[in-house]
């Protein structure tokens, strides 16, 4: 089946093909993404994720809390006139919604979502308690692959003016089918792509897994996978190939030792070397992708 609309094509793949889930430029350049489903997470990530569900808003338990203020204020840094107000904005990997939340209270009109419905279900209770945030769009068991497809039916869909990647690109099974529906959602006129996740150094294996996970027990052991980790160099060359560049890189470093799960962060662009966060964008020649 070959899905068609004027802005992008995507083909959709029966797994019984068993075509790799990968983005295949073709000989003009451009991606054109071959789905072997609609989904790049797996299925334990969801359920790992889906345990923590009760605990996602509670700052002893979940360190992205303390790390959220300085994600926010990366976020709008980067943005052209500084502001959020009235931009559509997309959360892939919603989590607990923490955030969702900073960026409708910052006037955005977001989208969030999540392939784990029980993390959703406590976005949506957490929501409720301010009015800036009732608004949110939250989607459970939804992935970015299957919004992407879901917009092929609509001719005039606006596109996002900032999509949100943050701490997810290290959990799933294929960058490039994420990447390639990203590149479908965002705003070509000036949409920005924010991507955050752990560098594979050294640091990040003795810090993020050893340290947080298995000695000072911050992180239920198994929550990462060093293999995964990619530097700001490998990602710079994953959104290359969906005519995406990047703008800007800055590590995300703690201030001091985070004990009695006092997590203090600051952005610092000559630390990347355990947490980073950077900024895209399409690339000026960049043409919507076809596929004939």
């Known amino acids: 089946m070959i899905a068609r609309n004027p802005v992008r094509c995507i083909r959709l793949v029966p797994k019984r093909f068993g075509l790799p889930l990968s983005a295949i430029p073709s000989e003009n350049g451009l991606n054109q993404t071959y789905f072997r489903g609609l989904s790049s997470h797996s299925e334990a990530e969801v359920a790992k994720f889906s345990d923590l569900s009760k605990t996602w808003w509670?700052?002893?338990?979940?360190?992205?809390?303390?790390?959220?203020?300085?994600?926010?204020e990366y976020i709008l840094n980067q943005l052209d006139d500084k502001s959020l107000k009235n931009k559509r904005a997309l959360?892939?990997?919603?989590?607990?919604?923490?955030?969702?939340?900073?960026?409708?209270?910052?006037?955005?009109?977001?989208?969030?979502?999540d392939p784990s419905k029980e993390l959703v279900e406590q976005a949506k209770i957490h929501a409720q308690m301010d009015p800036r945030t009732r608004t949110i769009d939250?989607?459970?068991?939804?992935?970015?692959?299957?919004?992407?497809?879901?917009?092929?039916?609509?001719?005039?869909?606006?596109?996002?003016?900032?999509?949100?990647?943050?701490?997810?690109?290290?959990?799933?099974?294929?960058?490039?089918?994420?990447?390639?529906?990203i590149r479908s959602l965002l705003n070509p006129n000036g949409g920005k792509l924010f991507i955050s996740t752990l560098n594979r150094t050294w640091k990040s294996r003795v810090v993020a897994i050893a340290g947080a996970e298995y000695i000072m027990r911050y992180l239920p052991i198994g929550?990462?996978?060093?293999?995964?980790?990619?530097s700001p160099e490998e990602v710079s060359s994953l959104v290359e190939r969906h005519q995406l560049e990047?703008?800007?890189?800055?590590?995300?470093?703690?201030?001091?030792?985070?004990?009695?799960?006092?997590?203090?962060?600051?952005?610092?662009?000559?630390?990347?070397?355990?947490?980073?966060?950077?900024s895209y964008q399409l690339k000026g020649n960049s043409e919507p992708v076809v596929v004939e």
């Not at 929550?223 to 980790?229: A, C, G, N, V």
Request: net charge negative; with cysteine; glycine share 10%.
């Open 58 to 72: 509670d700052p002893k338990e979940n360190p992205l809390i303390g790390m959220n203020s300085i994600r926010v």
């Open 91 to 113: 959360d892939v990997g919603c989590g607990g919604g923490l955030l969702s939340e900073s960026l409708a209270r910052l006037g955005a009109n977001v989208t969030s979502i």
């Open 138 to 181: 939250y989607r459970g068991g939804w992935t970015v692959e299957q919004l992407a497809v879901s917009t092929l039916k609509e001719d005039d869909i606006e596109k996002f003016d900032v999509i949100c990647c943050l701490e997810v690109i290290e959990h799933v099974t294929d960058i490039d089918s994420i990447l390639s529906s």
């Open 223 to 230: 929550t990462h996978d060093w293999d995964k980790f990619k």
């Open 246 to 278: 990047q703008i800007d890189v800055q590590g995300m470093i703690l201030t001091s030792p985070p004990f009695r799960g006092n997590w203090n962060w600051k952005l610092d662009p000559g630390d990347t070397d355990i947490n980073w966060i950077g």
